[in-house]
T-cell receptor, first 113, second 114 residues
Framework: EAGVAQSPRYKIIEKRQSVAFWCNPISGHATLYWYQQILGQGPKLLIQ????????DSQLPKDRFSAERLKGVDSTLKIQPAKLEDSAVYLC???????????FGDGTRLSIL | GDSVTQMEGPVTLSEEAFLTINCTYTATGYPSLFWYVQYPGEGLQLLLK?????DKGSNKGFEATYRKETTSFHLEKGSVQVSDSAVYFC?????????????FGTGTRLTIIP
């Protein structure tokens, strides 16, 4: 089975610019997660979707971050405007159901200049 | 809140050495416990898991036992290989049904030298 697909793999932008990341989960997986992994740290959950609804976005900085999963399949994560501390790897994961084993994509490495 | 504490790295071992990476956790209930592995330039892969006390998870020669009395889930392998070089993350999952979420440790970088 195809894994979780993410794009782009790398992105370099200047602070105050905007950026968007895309994720395509494993086919049939209803639950989708976005994580932020800062260098030297473990991944931190930003948002969890169940189909096209948000289950948990308690750690999403909503003043600058937004995410959507309009048709319950693909998802996008946006940052606008970016700050230096947003430099990180953004990981997408999916599972067949909440609490199920999570399968991770390779991530998008974001560098803010 | 829930938290996971891992032994700090980096850890460097010779091939065929015995590996232990310590992991302890703090949780309000009865979490599931996981080890994930991240190879260079890749996302995380589930290595093994245990869902209740005294369960032993195992995969690819790695093992970890869920110890409720010591709130630990240490990762072990009897004989490591160069291909085991990666970052290892301990994690727990807790929450109400439908709202479980993973809390990760900071990761331990393992390097195996031939």
């Amino acid at each position: 089975e195809a894994g979780v697909a993410q794009s782009p793999r790398y992105k370099i932008i200047e602070k105050r610019q905007s950026v968007a990341f895309w994720c395509n989960p494993i086919s049939g997986h209803a639950t989708l997660y976005w994580y932020q992994q800062i260098l030297g740290q473990g991944p931190k959950l930003l948002i969890q979707f169940q189909n096209n609804g948000v289950v948990d976005d308690s750690q999403l900085p909503k003043d600058r971050f937004s995410a959507e999963r309009l048709k319950g399949v693909d998802s996008t994560l946006k940052i606008q405007p970016a700050k230096l501390e947003d430099s990180a790897v953004y990981l997408c994961a999916s599972s067949s159901h909440p609490g199920g084993a999570q399968h991770f994509g390779d991530g998008t490495r974001l560098s803010i200049l | 809140g829930d938290s996971v504490t891992q032994m700090e790295g980096p850890v460097t071992l010779s091939e065929e050495a015995f590996l232990t990476i310590n992991c302890t956790y703090t949780a309000t209930g009865y979490p599931s416990l996981f080890w994930y592995v991240q190879y260079p330039g890749e996302g995380l892969q589930l290595l093994l898991k245990a869902t209740k006390a005294d369960d032993k998870g195992s995969n690819k020669g790695f093992e970890a036992t869920y110890r409720k009395e010591t709130t630990s889930f240490h990762l072990e392998k009897g004989s490591v290989q160069v291909s085991d070089s990666a970052v290892y993350f301990c994690a727990l999952s807790e929450g109400n049904f439908g709202n479980e979420k993973l809390t990760f440790g900071t990761g331990t970088r393992l390097t195996i030298i031939p």
